[in-house]
């Protein structure tokens, strides 16, 4: 089914029983024929963060956590957010043994949907770390043309520089739609960069030219990721967006050519 069939954008009652059939999975390989042949695109990680997960014990006393999901890349399918948040609110009123009970029955429902194994980490509410943003931020740079479209002729390596580079950027700047509600999604880009250095102002150009794309997450980090792939010629390369959190929730898509790459997930201050 496409995503039109979902609950996203639709007024919805949240339901007070455990119903894990409301998960919505969304096929991967659609929107990957484009840059079926590009290296690394099915490499990596997306890490969610859940923050209103809750359950009952078995005195019936409510229990909270925040919780970190991660979804490899590899998986056929996503899952779609809103139906995420559905799953875990009908959650709320269950009773579970123990935290490693309620851990396998949502580790068991997500695999199902996504067909592929999924992890779940459960934090204290006072526990995630906000992490700072690491490498250099171009937002202060001025781009020499724009686009208001995705347009990766913008893309182009720095001819001044003679040596290959190994580099780390990040924007604040991302911005895209969802491709259903039209609600705007912001984030925090990081590039990690070998080879012929690129042009700072023309990734940035890149960068802002999402701001009225209509597209998942997952998606447009992989087109960020295909696009430098292909134009810039990278002999690695690693692409990861933090993005704010809506609806409870934050997607961290992050995808690697090189598994030696992968980082670590972090939480950022606006997340």
């Not at 996203?8 to 998960?23: D, F, I, M, S, W």
């Not at 809103?82 to 043994?97: E, G, P």
């Not at 912001?186 to 794309?213: D, E, M, N, V």
């Amino acid at each position: 089914m496409s995503v039109e069939h979902s609950q996203l954008g639709k007024e919805t009652q949240y339901p007070t029983q455990y119903q894990p059939e409301v998960l919505f999975p969304i096929s991967r390989a659609e929107s990957r024929q484009q840059y079926a042949d590009v290296e690394g695109i099915t490499q990596g990680k997306d890490w969610w963060h859940v923050f209103e997960i809750s359950w009952l014990n078995q005195l019936g006393l409510p229990q909270v956590a925040i919780g970190r999901l991660t979804l490899p890349a590899s998986s056929p399918n996503l899952i779609e957010s809103k139906s995420l948040k559905l799953y875990f609110n009908s959650l709320n009123f269950t009773k579970f043994d123990s935290k490693e009970a309620f851990i396998e029955t949502v580790e068991r429902d997500l695999s199902s949907a996504a067909g592929a194994k999924i992890e779940l980490q459960l934090f204290q509410v006072d526990e995630l770390e906000i992490s700072k943003p690491q490498g250099i931020c171009i937002d202060d740079l001025v781009p020499e043309r724009l686009s208001e479209h995705p347009d990766s002729t913008l893309l182009q390596l720095d001819t001044t520089a003679e040596d290959d580079v190994e580099i780390t950027l990040h924007s604040h700047l991302l911005r895209s739609n969802c491709p259903v509600t039209g609600q705007p999604d912001w984030g925090t880009i990081f590039i990690r960069f070998q080879g012929k250095k690129p042009c700072y102002r023309s990734l940035l150009a890149y960068i802002i030219s999402y701001r009225q794309h209509n597209g998942f997450h997952e998606q447009c980090v992989e087109q960020i990721f295909a696009d430098i792939w292909k134009l810039l010629g990278p002999q690695k390369l690693m692409v990861y967006a933090t993005y704010t959190r809506r609806g409870g929730l934050d997607i961290n898509p992050c995808r690697v050519s090189d598994l030696s790459w992968m980082p670590e997930p972090i939480r950022l201050a606006r997340q």
